[in-house]
């Protein structure tokens, strides 16, 4: 099995500051790596699949970057409407699909 | 534009199978270009998941969870099924239903979700 470690777990950003997320794959997971958003009492929704496109509907201040087993999620400029945690997920190797344990994004 | 519904018991006692449905609306569950797929989160805690279904009835299953899950699909209704059996209190959690974009003819990301099922196992 695949372990998505994600860090740091909780990230104190200030509006309108860049955020960097990190998540590292266990083992090689190529470019196959989704990340989510996730609010209180919502759903997750897809933000960036293949490490580095991004999901319909999703702003360009969110991007993705990274191969192999070092990825990368960065809010270029944090809203308001950003504070929420995110998750990472690979579906390279499987059974069985994994989730990274989430970052959560706080006000600072 | 796809769209999701969970439904079921809230409340199942243990030793009990736990029995969702998902309703898929917007499209149709046999257009091939996806998985259809439950996902669990533990209250407060991150995401697992359970299995997939292809509309053919071909299923994946997390192999910590093979031994009871049971997923299942009628297309006639548009909707697929999860059975859960010999259910403890750990299996007290958030159930989303969502389907798997198909990538390169195998499982990819998770989009859309269903907005997810609270269920408490409890005498």
């Known amino acids: 099995e695949i372990v998505m470690t994600q860090s740091p777990a909780t990230l104190s950003v200030s509006p309108g500051e860049r955020a960097t997320l990190s998540c590292r794959a266990s083992q090689s997971v190529s470019s196959n790596l989704a990340w989510y958003q996730q609010k209180p009492g919502q759903a997750p929704r897809l933000l960036i699949y293949?490490?580095?496109s991004r999901a319909t509907g999703i702003p360009a201040r969110f991007s993705g970057s990274g191969s192999g087993t070092e990825f990368t999620l960065t809010i270029s400029s944090l809203q308001s409407e950003d504070f929420a945690i995110y998750y990472c997920?690979?579906?390279?190797?499987?059974?069985?699909?994994?989730f990274g344990g989430g970052t959560k994004v706080e006000i600072k | 534009q796809v769209q999701l519904q969970e439904s079921g018991p809230g409340l199942v006692k243990p030793s009990q199978t736990l029995s969702l449905t998902c309703t898929v609306s917007?499209?149709?569950?046999?257009?091939?270009?996806?998985?259809w797929s439950w996902i669990r989160q533990h209250p407060g805690k991150g995401l697992e998941w359970i299995g997939y279904?292809?509309?053919?009835?071909?299923?994946y299953y997390n192999p910590s969870l093979k031994s009871r899950v049971t997923i299942s699909v009628d297309t006639s209704k548009n909707q697929f099924s999860l059975k859960l059996s010999s259910v403890t209190a750990a299996d007290t959690a958030v159930y989303y239903c969502a389907s798997i974009r198909r990538f390169l003819e195998w499982p990819g990301w998770f989009d859309p979700w269903g907005q997810g099922t609270l269920v408490t196992v409890s005498s």
């Open positions: 293949g490490a580095s």
């Open positions: 997920q690979q579906y390279n190797n499987w059974p069985p699909l994994t």
């Open positions: 917007g499209g149709s569950i046999s257009s091939g270009g996806y998985y």
């Open positions: 279904i292809y509309y053919s009835g071909s299923t």
